[in-house]
């Protein structure tokens, strides 16, 4: 997989964000886990990871939570793999866990590009919890 998206492109739109009408409204609930309805481009994770734009998006859309971000990198550093695009050379970097959950940072690891789990069909595509009653990680 090579990145297809990298610093150079457009900025996504933002995500809409919802309010509620009145007072003691509750709001949608997101898919997945975690505090992923607040992630917004620019954010960090505690470990001090910037999402871009689209990684925000994603992370949101799938519900991968800052915490669980921070836990793929932090426990799959050494079996990332780095990826060179062919086309103009930009790297980046692939952490998975065993699970097929994954995070994709910036060269520097600065950034979190996008998120995504694989295979798609395990869980929808949204963040796969480590055992069936959506235990977080």
Not at 32 to 40: E, L, M, P, W
Not at 46 to 60: Q, S, V, Y
Not at 92 to 100: L, M, S, V
């Amino acid at each position: 997989m090579f990145k297809s998206e990298g610093s150079n492109s457009p900025t996504p739109k933002k995500p809409s964000s919802q309010k509620p009408s009145k007072p003691n409204e509750k709001l949608p609930e997101t898919k997945g886990t975690g505090d992923t309805a607040s992630i917004k481009a620019g954010d960090a994770t505690k470990g001090g990871r910037e999402f871009t734009g689209h990684g925000a998006e994603r992370a949101n859309e799938r519900g991968f939570s800052s915490e669980q971000i921070d836990n793929i990198i932090n426990n799959n550093k050494n079996t990332r793999v780095k990826e060179i695009d062919p086309e103009d050379g930009s790297v980046t970097w692939r952490y998975q866990d065993k699970r097929g959950n994954t995070v994709i940072t910036n060269e520097w690891g600065d950034k979190v590009v996008t998120v995504y789990s694989y295979p798609q069909s395990a869980n929808g595509g949204n963040y796969i919890p480590k055992n069936k009653k959506g235990c977080k990680m």
